[in-house]
C-alpha cells in the first residue's frame, strides 16, 4: 500500500496546480521546506502514481481554438469502449471521461470557429454505438 500524503505532499501538489514549471527553490520557499525535500517530494509522488506529468494549460483562443462545448453521450450496451476509442480519434475531442448519471461520457471539443464545431459534431454523429447526445457549447471559464 503506497505511503499515506501528508501535509507537505497536498501544499507541494497545490502549489503544481498552480504552476507545474515552478522551480523546485521556490516551491522550497513557499513551502518552507528545502529543495532537496521538495524534489524528493516530486520523485517520490511520480514513483506511486501521484503525479501523473506535468502539462500545459492553453488558452483556448490565443492557441487557435476559441470554440468549446462539452458533449454528453448516452452509449448502446457493450459499445463504451468502442465509442471512447473512436472518439479519442477525433482530433477536436480534447478529453473524453466517462460519467455516472443520464450519461454514460462526456467529450470536451476544441475548434477554431463553428464550422469546425458543426464538422466534430458530425464526425461524432456517425459513430456507431452512440445512441444520444447533448452538447452545450462553453461560454466562459471562471
Known amino acids: 500500500m503506497p505511503e499515506a500524503l501528508d501535509k507537505l505532499d497536498h501544499d507541494l ?8 514549471r515552478a522551480p523546485a527553490a521556490m516551491l522550497a520557499k513557499q513551502l518552507k521546506a528545502s529543495r532537496s525535500t521538495v524534489q524528493n517530494r516530486i520523485v ?10 506535468f502539462t500545459v494549460r492553453l488558452a483556448s483562443e ?22 471512447i476509442t473512436a472518439l479519442k480519434r477525433l482530433p477536436e475531442v480534447v478529453s473524453v471521461y466517462s460519467t455516472n448519471g443520464r450519461w454514460d461520457l462526456v ?8 464550422a ?15 445512441a444520444a447526445s ?9
Open 107 to 114: 467529450a470536451e471539443v476544441r475548434v477554431a470557429d463553428l
Open 13 to 20: 501538489i497545490a502549489l503544481l496546480r498552480k504552476d507545474a
Open 44 to 53: 517520490r509522488l511520480q514513483r506511486a502514481g501521484v503525479l501523473l506529468g
Open 62 to 83: 490565443q492557441a487557435g481554438h476559441p470554440v468549446r462545448a462539452i458533449t454528453q453521450i448516452e452509449v448502446r450496451g457493450g459499445a463504451g469502449d468502442k465509442v
Open 134 to 142: 447533448e452538447t452545450s457549447l462553453l461560454l466562459a471559464e471562471h
Open 116 to 130: 469546425g464545431f458543426d464538422h466534430a459534431l458530425r464526425q461524432m454523429r456517425d459513430i456507431d454505438g452512440i
